[in-house]
């Protein structure tokens, strides 16, 4: 996973407060994705974003979650006013490619988010 | 939607036996990736599959493609303690006919290997 930072690695909040988490992509890598991943399932797509946009958010629960990739710092998952059921690792990927066929996706070690 | 269902669910093996697993979907597949979680940790790629009836090693692993595009197996000979761990299939969806990065996943093999 070297390459992918994500911080923190573990993040405890109470329920109706902010979480915010953190992405650098691998260097020259302009694409990011983010996925959820309850315990014992498989990840879940939430978002995709290139510099500066959101390409695709369908994954993304309309209310209280938003993401950024500004021009210069990292990708941002927040999630606003957190409730028990947010408790999950969230981890980033991130691809110099838009076809995962050509540059797959590498992941970062995630947050895992607990909600008190 | 895509959907992907691995079996088996979870598997215990000795140390030196072979595992076999599989990936199927009701949906057509461009790519497949195979990918290993260990606790703690995000997935890691594994192999990567772009040809339908493609067969890859990777050292001990060897994944194929399925001709017919909506399955993949992955193999594991001599296996090693430290193989344990939750294997992934993946494959990124369709938008507008082409694959892009956004990727299913299944629900992942859990793997023991007892010494």
């Known amino acids: 996973n070297a390459g992918v930072m994500q911080n923190p690695r573990h993040l405890v909040r109470r329920r109706g407060q902010e979480a915010r988490l953190r992405c650098s992509p691998m260097k020259g890598h302009s694409h990011v994705y983010w996925y959820r991943q309850l315990p014992e399932e498989g990840l879940k797509f939430m978002v995709y974003l290139q510099k500066e946009n959101i390409i695709d958010e369908s994954g993304m629960p309309k209310e209280r979650f938003s993401a950024e990739f500004p021009k210069e710092g990292p990708s941002i998952l927040r999630i606003q006013q957190v409730v028990r059921g947010d408790s999950a690792a969230y981890f980033c990927?991130?691809?110099?490619?838009?076809?995962?066929?050509?540059?797959?996706?590498?992941f970062g070690d995630g947050t895992r988010l607990s909600i008190l | 939607g895509q959907q992907l269902n691995q079996s088996p669910q979870s598997m215990f093996i000795q140390e030196g036996e072979d595992v076999s697993m599989n990936c199927t979907s009701s949906?057509?597949?461009?790519?497949w990736l195979w990918y290993k979680q260990d606790p703690g940790e995000g997935p890691v790629l594994l192999i990567a599959l772009y040809k339908a009836g493609e067969l890859t090693s990777n050292g001990r692993l060897t994944a194929q493609f399925g001709i017919t595009r909506k399955d993949s197996f992955l193999n594991i000979s001599a296996s090693i303690p430290s193989d344990v761990g939750i294997y992934f299939c993946?494959?990124?969806?369709?938008?507008?006919?082409?694959?892009?990065?956004?990727?299913?996943f299944g629900q992942g093999t859990i793997l023991t290997v007892h010494p």
């Open positions: 990927a991130s691809s110099n490619f838009r076809q995962t066929g050509n540059q797959p996706q590498h």
């Open positions: 949906s057509i597949f461009n790519t």
């Open positions: 993946a494959g990124p969806r369709n938008a507008g006919g082409t694959s892009y990065g956004k990727l299913t």
